[in-house]
């Protein structure tokens, strides 16, 4: 059994809006050895975000009541604030200035995903509008230039209920399913296994957090020699029903 | 920049109570190359607890009336559902079948991480007493067969608050800290990073699922390439300050 390799694509040119993603890690998917079959890749939200122009001006955002209220109290940005509200479908905390949001898309973060590290000083950057469709963009552009389609994930830097510090997810994924599904299978001791299904999709942009250095221009990863789930699958599988959820 | 390997460390034979674990970890870790200085050996915590003799025979348990009641409600084994509430500190959620925990440890899991897969038909399987210290054990005795000390993690599979699926995260550590800490660093556009402590500790566990098949004898991963930060942390440092939990 060969085991499975986490290389990182460093890109040391700034995104700018309208920068075409697959072009900008060509050269670091050449410099790796190209696209071989299986080969996953994995891009920060970030560089998403940024190619597909999701930056907002802060100096045009007018804060609402309530943005400027929980800014005031908890010493934040009133417009990132704002922000936040605008990309949130419902919010889930917003107390001792946490604001933990759902957002448009389903996922629970802070801040709806808004950003400010890695960027101008007037500007924040938001979630992509559709984290999976940027996937299969990225996918199918990249399966143009390499002669094969990588899986594709997104990856954000989310915190958690219950445990302390945060770990990469996928937000968005293209070219195989998110879930490793062991029900039914059959254990080493030739019992069935039960309720075992493996967010394999998490679990690959948690391996890739690992080569990605945030202050530094590593904005991608190639993992290699894992054989993701076949078929086709979306991050936002990843996202819990809201009637299943017991802890919203 | 090199990247991060999870080599997979098979073991063929099946784990008896009082097993020493680094005899038994010997042979693969010998036929991946031996320990090099900062490797990191990762085990499932169903090891761990196997040849610590946490292993309980359900015959012998006498399951209490809100275990019996429980049980019969959701059509689960009250011996189960006995050993699960006697493993937890507090009980977190308990409805529609579903049983969350906070463990005498802190941990947040289902079944306070009682397991039956792979083991006995009459047997259930504890988590470790105090996994810290048996990943300090373990550490321990690596180091004296190989001649350098490795990080261990020992890692169990873990549900999460508001998404699908189970992820890998750390239950025990010994020789590293868990979290890499980038407050007060300085981004690419030379603002200052505020916020992000990365529990690289789960993130490795996660990683390391990948190579470890729920069906078949692989209870252990080396994971190369990757530098934990330095320090004397525990996998308990993970845990939230129940004061500091917004979902509990």
Redesign the interface.
């Known amino acids: 059994?060969t085991?499975?390799?986490?290389?990182?694509l460093?890109c040391t040119r700034?995104f700018v809006a309208g920068d075409d993603l697959a072009d900008y890690l060509a050269p670091a998917v050449a410099a790796a050895g190209g696209l071989r079959s299986g080969d996953i890749v994995v891009v920060t939200q970030k560089a998403v975000s940024k190619c597909e122009g999701r930056v907002v001006r802060l100096s045009a955002v007018t804060p609402s009541p309530l943005a400027q209220t929980f800014a005031r109290a908890w010493d934040k940005d009133a417009r990132v604030v704002e922000l936040a509200l605008r990309g949130a479908r419902r919010v889930v905390?917003m107390?001792r200035g946490?604001l933990?949001t759902q957002t448009h898309h389903g996922?629970?973060c802070a801040n709806s995903g808004v950003d400010?590290?890695?960027?101008?000083?007037d500007e924040a950057v938001l979630l992509p509008e559709d984290p999976d469709s940027s996937a299969q963009g990225l996918r199918l552009a990249l399966g143009r230039r390499f002669g094969v389609l990588p899986v594709v994930i997104i990856t954000d830097?989310f915190g958690?209920?219950?445990?302390?510090?945060?770990?990469?997810?996928a937000i968005g994924l293209a070219g195989a399913r998110?879930?490793r599904d062991?029900r039914g299978?059959?254990?080493?001791?030739g019992?069935e296994?039960?309720a075992?299904?493996?967010?394999?999709a998490?679990?690959?942009a948690?391996?890739s957090?690992?080569?990605m250095n945030?202050?530094?221009?590593?904005p991608a990863?190639l993992v290699r020699g894992?054989a993701m789930p076949p078929g086709e699958g979306k991050a936002t599988?990843?996202?819990?029903a809201t009637n299943e959820?017991?802890?919203?």
């Open positions: 059994m085991g499975v390799e986490i290389v990182p460093p700034e905390r107390v946490v933990i996922f629970i400010r590290s890695n960027t101008g000083e830097t958690r209920a219950w445990r302390r510090g945060q770990t990469n997810v998110p879930f062991y299978s059959i254990d080493h001791s019992r296994l039960h075992t299904v493996i967010a394999v998490d679990e690959i948690a391996a957090e690992l080569v945030k202050a530094d221009g590593v990863a894992y599988d990843l996202v819990r959820d017991l802890f919203l």
